[in-house]
């Protein structure tokens, strides 16, 4: 079977490597690269190269961005080729006109690689759903932003300095404010929520990330027993469903608080089976490129992916509530004193905000900014 890799950056490399080292029957005949870049005999600039050739079943997109990749995966489906992709930006804005594409072509849009690296969690909420109604998801699902804090509460490292980090070692989105501001993981909780709740989630939701995390804020959550991730949720219930991403403070003793480095840990609760997680590295070549090859497995075995995403439900941000906790050195309208008995430098104090929706915290939070920019924001998680 002949497929194309369209971009050979640190995903697009992995998929080589692995297909190349581990895969028999597979053979990467086509790479799309940038005109300045094409070091290798299967190298083309020209998409059409890759889309009108008949050998090609299968074209793996892993370039990023949402044009031209977007434009390329609609050709292919058009040309009846299957896509597998790893660029959660382009699925997110654009999953339910590719599988409406798909279907229509009668090809397979695979997707694994979009969320949670090496972890097979589209597969696993695809499996789920056979049998339950998925009531939330939710989880660590970006691997930069988890090493950074891990980085920072265990070696007390600077944010700058990790971040530079988890940019060498190819776990950073190209423009890596994605990732810290919670951009990543917003794609991510859309196409996971869509699939689990069979509906095509709405990318209008509160957003919140690590920019501003500071040690101190690290020191004052662990002080009452708490670490702080960040999570992407999404609930549903009665035809309705909200999501939110956001830093949470969680319980020390709790398995989010534990997920070293890269890893990424991601939670469903079903209606039969109750809550299941599933951990692995959520960034990097090997681990992503793992996830992708997979799914060219599945492919070459047969097995395509059905996604049920029409059915209309309400986004409701009432479902999604919690206390939060805002350390700023601005005021918080309707709030009261946190840690009075913690000291931050220059000044700032800590409020927490009990029992309002994600969505009112982030209009919240976002009114301090104006006055503070280095402000920080965490929900607390509800002891269960
Ligand atoms: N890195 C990771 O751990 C993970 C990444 N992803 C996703 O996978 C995708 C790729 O990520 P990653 O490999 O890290 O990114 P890279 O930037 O390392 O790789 C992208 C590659 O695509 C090339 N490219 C970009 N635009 C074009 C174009 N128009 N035509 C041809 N080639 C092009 C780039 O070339 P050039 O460098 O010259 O611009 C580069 O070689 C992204 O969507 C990312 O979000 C998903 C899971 C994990
Ligand atoms: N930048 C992303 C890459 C994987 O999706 C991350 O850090 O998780």
Known sequence: MKIAILGHGVVGRGV??????????????????????????????????????????????????????????????????????????????????????????????????????????????????????????????????????DAMVREGADFDVVLAEAQRLGYAERDPSADIDGIDVRNKTIIASSVAFDTTCTGSIPVTGIRTLTKADLDLFESRGLSVKLLGRAVQGDGRYAAAVEPVAVPLRSLEANVPSNFNLCTLVGTTVGELKFYGQGAGSLPTGNAIVQDILDFSEGRVPHYDIDTPKQYDPTLLTSDYVIRTSSYVEDSEPYAEDFEFVGGDRAFLLRGITAEKAHEAFVNVLDQDPSSFMAAIARED
């Open 16 to 149: 080589d490597r692995i297909v190349t080292e581990r895969v028999e029957g597979v053979e990467v005949s086509r790479i799309l690269e940038l005109p300045d870049r094409l070091t290798d005999p299967r190298m083309t600039s020209n998409f059409q190269d890759i889309v009108d050739d008949p050998e090609i079943s299968l074209v793996v997109e892993c370039m990023g961005g949402i044009e031209p990749a977007h434009t390329f995966i609609m050709d292919a489906l058009s040309a009846g080729k299957s896509v597998v992709t790893s660029n959660k930006a382009v699925v997110a804005e654009h999953f339910g006109e590719f599988v409406s594409q798909a279907n229509f072509s009668h090809a397979g849009l695979y997707i694994e690689a979009t969320c949670g690296g090496g972890i097979p969690w589209i597969a696993s909420i695809l499996k789920a759903r056979r049998i339950d109604d998925i009531s939330s998801i939710s989880g660590i699902m970006n691997g930069t932003t988890n090493y950074i804090v």
